[in-house]
């Protein structure tokens, strides 16, 4: 069931309760405060960093909120509340969760992360094509070293999930003349990507890729699917890059790859356990970037989040459904 159609829902003069972590929200108020009284000046806004900032029974429309832990217990102290927007585009986390969730309208920030982490995943393919590794390492030792450079023009690049982000490294990566197939759940016309198939096919792709940018959402399905037979299908000298959530890609195969040299190298940014242990064999390993979870962060990133949000009033006004909604029952 997807929530989103509801022309029963009009907001005019709204009141929105802005929720965010203390720590955090002491640093974004102020350009909330700002964006509101430019964008959407009827509302009327409070802020709140949890359930104890909250009176029980306030009355509010719209909540605006990450995927905190205590949702449960903020959603049960508020009064009137029809719609819930996450300032994140992914939302696994409320499935756990008791709150109803075909009482509410969900929505999500979907594409807030497509430019940030399509340019992550462009530079980790720059990062080893261009052998930047290796000279980060020469330069540490006063080693002058010449050697011939690869470049990405003519590569094949295997895209897993062509979401949001998926087609905006697609994007990218045909600036670069790059061939780009992907995995898919439904086969569509995405510019620049020649072949599309379903995630249980992809060995007829990893067999010839060069590079896989791997941003599939953490499902049933999707859950520990880069695994060692993942791995010993991709061509010999393959980058993996892991854009996704921890837990698509388990940390031993990628390891038992580059040790058996079937992997070339390998730009991780998010793990099965974060942080990342410091006894783990992927830490100070030369043919490794660890970066710790930051593809999707920017300085813009709760500016795009906010505009999303206004996009989906306009949308829902104007429609009477969101254009980012939360499908209930299915994970994306």
């Known amino acids: 069931m997807i929530l989103g159609q509801l022309m029963q829902y009009e907001f005019d003069s709204p009141k929105i309760l802005f929720v965010q972590k203390s720590e955090v929200l002491n640093t974004q108020r102020a350009e909330?405060?700002?964006?509101?009284?430019?964008n959407i000046p009827d509302a009327t806004l409070t802020f709140a960093s949890g359930p104890d900032d909250i009176i029980p029974g306030e009355q509010v429309d719209i909540l605006i909120t990450p995927t905190l832990d205590t949702l449960d217990e903020i959603i049960v102290r508020l009064n009137g509340?029809?719609?819930?927007?996450?300032?994140?585009a992914g939302v696994e986390k409320i499935w756990p969760m008791q709150f109803d969730k075909t009482k509410y309208l969900l929505s999500k920030s979907s594409g807030v992360h497509g430019v940030t982490m399509s340019e992550f995943a462009i530079g980790a393919m720059l990062y080893f094509e261009k052998s930047f590794n290796k000279f980060v390492e020469q330069s540490r030792s006063k080693e002058w070293q010449r050697f011939w450079l690869g470049e990405l023009?003519?590569?094949?690049?295997?895209?897993?999930?062509?979401?949001?982000?998926?087609?905006?490294?697609?994007?990218?990566?045909?600036?670069?003349?790059?061939?780009?197939?992907?995995?898919a759940t439904t086969t569509r016309d995405v510019s620049g990507v020649e072949t599309i198939v379903p995630l249980n096919e992809v060995g007829i792709l990893t067999a010839n890729a060069d590079y896989i940018v791997v941003c599939l959402p953490l499902?049933?399905?999707?859950?520990?699917?880069?695994?060692?037979?993942?791995?010993?299908?991709?061509?010999?000298?393959?980058?993996?890059i892991d854009i996704s959530r921890g837990g698509v890609v388990l940390e031993n195969a990628i390891l038992r790859g580059?040790?058996?040299?079937?992997?070339?190298?390998?730009a991780l940014d998010v793990f099965e356990t974060q942080?990342?242990?410091?006894?783990?064999?992927?830490?100070?390993?030369?043919?490794?970037?660890?970066?710790p979870h930051v593809s999707g962060t920017t300085q813009e990133y709760l500016s795009k989040a906010l505009y999303i949000?206004?996009?989906?009033?306009?949308?829902?006004?104007s429609t009477g459904s969101t254009s980012t909604p939360v499908s209930v029952g299915k994970m994306y």
Request: with cysteine; aromatic share 8%.
């Open 81 to 88: 509340l029809r719609w819930i927007h996450f300032l994140s």
């Open 219 to 240: 499902t049933e399905q999707t859950r520990g699917c880069v695994d060692e037979a993942f791995i010993r299908s991709c061509k010999p000298g393959a980058v993996i």
């Open 258 to 266: 580059l040790e058996e040299d079937i992997l070339k190298g390998a």
């Open 309 to 317: 949000f206004k996009s989906n009033l306009e949308s829902l006004e």
């Open 32 to 38: 909330v405060l700002e964006f509101f009284a430019k």
């Open 275 to 291: 942080p990342l242990p410091s006894k783990s064999k992927l830490w100070n390993n030369p043919r490794v970037l660890l970066t």
């Open 153 to 183: 023009t003519g590569k094949n690049l295997v895209i897993l999930g062509l979401g949001h982000i998926g087609s905006e490294i697609a994007k990218r990566a045909s600036a670069f003349d790059m061939h780009i197939s992907a995995t």
